[in-house]
């Protein structure tokens, strides 16, 4: 199984931009069986998938976030990326990054990060 | 698609066999997987296609259901089971979790 290492800023002020970064290790993120896919889980523990990135480029993003979160890879430093914009307190939560990958039964979360907490305030 | 589950919290003993119900608001066929969170972890990968284990999980763990009705259940505690519980529906996007099932020792 992949690793993976999230890492960015703990403290992101409102109205900015969240930037956090997913190394991935043990294995390449140009491998076709992998959707490269970040999820966060809120204070009160709940988890929302934000969406993913294929191998190829090819992405999905939750329709609430549509607007303001982009995911990217960048295979030369085998790691893929999440912007998120226009940050609100809303947005605080712990920001995990995961491999997707499926059995043929839709995408599992088959690998995760440790998770990093991102807190937006002022 | 909402997933809920239930109990949300529940309390138990070593030893006991415990199940977790998740319910989906429409079909996810067989679409439908399991984690494990303890606190300051990341979840854990238990469970795939509603009732096939993955590698390493223990076999007490074992999964069942189709359709919108789905169960996890641990034929006989470890202390190491102790933990939260999440389904996941992967039978259409936006992928969704339930809220959680906090398993706690009695």
């Known amino acids: 199984q992949v690793q993976l290492q999230e890492s960015g800023p703990g403290l992101v002020k409102p109205s900015q931009t969240l930037s956090l970064t997913c190394t991935v290790s043990?294995?390449?993120?140009?491998?076709?069986?992998?959707?490269w896919s970040w999820i966060r889980q809120y204070p009160g523990k709940g988890l929302e998938w934000i969406g993913y990135?294929?191998?190829?480029?090819?992405?999905y993003y939750i329709p609430s976030l549509r607007s303001r979160v982009t995911i990217s890879l960048d295979t030369s430093k085998n790691h893929f990326s999440l912007k998120l914009s226009s940050v609100t307190a809303a947005d605080t939560a712990v920001y995990f990054c995961?491999?997707?990958?499926?059995?043929?039964?839709?995408?599992?979360?088959?690998?995760w990060g440790q998770g990093t907490l991102v807190t937006v305030s002022s | 698609i909402q997933m809920t589950q239930s109990p949300s919290s529940l309390s138990a003993s070593v030893g006991d066999r415990v199940t977790i119900t998740c319910r989906a608001s429409?079909?996810?066929?067989?679409?439908l997987n399991w984690y494990q969170q303890k606190p300051g972890e990341a979840p854990k990968f238990l469970i795939y296609?509603?009732?096939f284990l993955q590698s390493g999980v223990p076999s007490r763990f074992s999964g069942s259901g189709s359709g919108t009705d789905f169960t996890l259940t641990i034929s006989s505690l470890q202390p190491e089971d102790f933990a939260t519980y999440f389904c996941?529906?992967?039978?259409?996007?936006?992928?969704?979790f339930g809220q959680g099932t906090k398993l706690e020792i009695k």
């Open positions: 995961a491999s997707g990958y499926s059995y043929g039964y839709g995408l599992c979360f088959e690998s």
């Open positions: 296609g509603a009732s």
């Open positions: 043990g294995g390449s993120i140009s491998s076709g069986d992998f959707y």
């Open positions: 996941q529906q992967s039978y259409s996007t936006p992928y969704s």
């Open positions: 990135i294929s191998h190829s480029g090819r992405t």
């Open positions: 429409q079909s996810v066929g067989s679409y």
